[in-house]
């Protein structure tokens, strides 16, 4: 029986597959990366910048709080002043979506019942993130990202 021997071409045989399996991983997560982020947050990252400032303030000035919950076949918004009172706003937008993709995006409508915001919503387990737009009666704009947990 002949010794078998580990030559020149085994070698690059063994480097040419673990670098081709490096490769195609890499292709394959910048792939899934590019196929699922859903797009531009802002038209110009500069202008955005420059007035990101004063829209901290005027929403800071609102000393608004939001909290959602999923029950019940409704998501519901709590939104808050500083004391803790029900605010009822002038303009309400809000979309509803997972962080990692677009697909299962909706826009709600809530109706405010004098204490909440409510609307039906059949939501997955897992994270969602409610992306609000609220203006109160003089016009000055609230917009968060409100973080929304659902257990399954």
């Known amino acids: 029986m002949s010794e078998r021997k580990f030559t020149g071409k085994h070698a690059l045989a063994v480097f040419v597959c673990a670098f081709g399996v490096i490769i195609t991983v890499n292709l394959i997560l910048a792939y899934s990366a590019v196929k699922t982020f859903p797009g531009l947050e802002v038209k110009n990252s500069y202008v955005a910048s420059q007035e990101f400032n004063d829209r901290l303030k005027e929403h800071q000035a609102l000393g608004w709080e939001v909290r959602a919950e999923n029950t019940g076949g409704l998501l519901i918004l ?75």
């Open 78 to 152: 709590h939104i808050t002043d500083a004391t803790g009172a029900p605010v009822q706003v002038a303009e309400l937008q809000a979309v509803v979506g997972r962080a990692t993709h677009v697909r299962d995006d909706f826009s709600p409508d809530f109706t405010f019942d004098g204490l909440t915001y409510a609307t039906p919503a059949t939501l997955g387990k897992g994270n969602w993130n409610i992306r609000l737009v609220a203006r109160d009666h003089s016009g000055a704009e609230f917009a968060q990202r409100v973080p929304l947990y659902v257990k399954g």
